[in-house]
């Protein structure tokens, strides 16, 4: 209990320390270390809150054991007794809650994320599922107060998308959204399909945090950049003149292109977000792998050729074979009603950095 009150003191003495920079003018003047200061201000403040609860109830219960080790008044002591029998499970519930606190958080967490589907294999059934993936997760972005805006899109001859591009921001957006990165898997029987047969089909997703101008230092000189005429929705106006822009990083080569904004200014910027976001990624990747080695992780975020749900319609299941989860809410699912399989993911994971932290 001493060590761990020893380190809680040590985040309080951070935390006063981070509040008293950030009222700093030359803090307040550096772009780069002002916003990052800002977010370890903000990541810590759960974990201050909790420790000031928790040395409310160490005190309690140190009270109530001085009541019972030197009062001879039999209802005083009993009013302890029962004082005690409350708190005591109440500080044993709080430090398993405080241990979750203490596990480093990825520094990605807290960002908004680029979240792209793409058709896989199977076809137009694939371009449909893709679609229904993202109706999927609109829906739960909508149900969790975010917000979310199209960069690009690919229709599919028959319906639904070879590939669709959003931006998702909205509070801890890539922490709740990176175990979504995979290939998704849809057992069911094709509108097309006249002999009634179960068809495979999947969508693969992609899911990155979006790279803030600080991650990512882009030389202009490097980008090459193109317009042309959008060919998707927005009206005739986006057919008649140049709005379209795609740009091309050359030193990685790396290309991103984006057409959903009404000018070519706006798509400009929504395009070099795209792109810095995917060099960040790169970065981001390699790290994620390397924790991922350290602690064996079964929840993976980074490999988008591994399988790691399956939607099987007729018999109204969605298994993620992560975990082995398996549910029988499909239709709630594909609603946007995939809490309980992300809360179970992000817990699995949690498990694994507490074990880890333990064996060290």
């Given amino acids: 209990m001493q060590d761990l009150l020893q380190r809680l003191e040590a985040i309080v003495d951070r935390y006063n320390e981070v509040g008293k920079l950030i009222t700093d003018p030359d803090v307040i003047g550096d772009m780069k270390r002002y916003p990052s200061l800002m977010k370890e ?3 810590l403040e759960d974990i201050v809150d909790t420790t000031q609860r928790y040395k409310r109830i160490l005190l309690n219960i140190q009270d109530a054991k001085n009541v019972l080790a030197s009062n001879d008044d039999q209802d005083l002591r009993m009013l302890a007794q029962e004082e005690l029998d409350t708190l005591l499970p109440e500080r ?40 229904d993936l993202y109706r999927m997760y609109t829906r739960y972005i909508q149900n969790k107060g975010w917000k979310y805006e199209v960069l690009s899109v690919s229709e599919g001859t028959m319906g639904g998308y070879k590939e669709v591009s ?6 801890e957006v890539y922490g709740t959204l990176k175990f979504e990165s995979g290939v998704h898997r849809v057992q069911r029987v094709p509108e097309t399909e006249t002999q009634g ?4 089909s999947a969508a693969t997703v992609a899911v990155m945090p979006e790279a ?4 990512v230092v882009i030389n202009p000189a490097d980008i090459q950049r193109d317009t042309y005429r959008s060919s998707g929705a927005g009206g005739q106006h986006v ?17 991103v292109a984006c057409q959903e904004g009404r000018s070519q200014h706006e798509n400009y910027e929504k395009a070099l977000t795209m792109l810095r976001t995917r ?39 969605i298994t993620d074979h992560r975990i082995n989860l398996t549910l029988y809410n499909l239709d709630a699912a594909m609603n946007g009603e995939i809490e309980e399989v992300i809360e179970a993911l992000k817990l699995a994971e949690n498990t694994e950095k507490l074990l880890a932290s333990a064996q060290n």
Avoid at 166 to 171: A, H, N
């Fill in 166 to 171: 959003i931006e998702v921001s909205g509070q």
């Fill in 92 to 131: 044993e519930k709080m430090e398993e809650e405080i241990k979750f606190l203490l596990i480093p958080k990825d520094p990605e967490d807290t960002k908004n994320c680029i979240l792209e589907i793409r058709a896989g294999t199977g076809g137009d059934e694939a371009s449909i599922f893709a679609g």
């Fill in 239 to 255: 057919n008649k003149t140049e709005s379209a822009v795609r740009l091309t990083h050359v030193p990685t080569g790396v290309v």
């Fill in 197 to 200: 047969r179960v068809h495979t």
């Fill in 279 to 317: 060099i960040f990624e790169t970065e981001v990747n390699k790290r994620q792998e390397e924790r991922a080695r350290m602690r064996k992780s079964l929840v993976s975020t980074g490999d988008r050729s591994a399988k790691i749900r399956t939607y099987n319609f007729p018999q109204g299941r």
């Fill in 212 to 215: 803030e101008e600080f991650d």
């Fill in 41 to 43: 201000y903000k990541d």
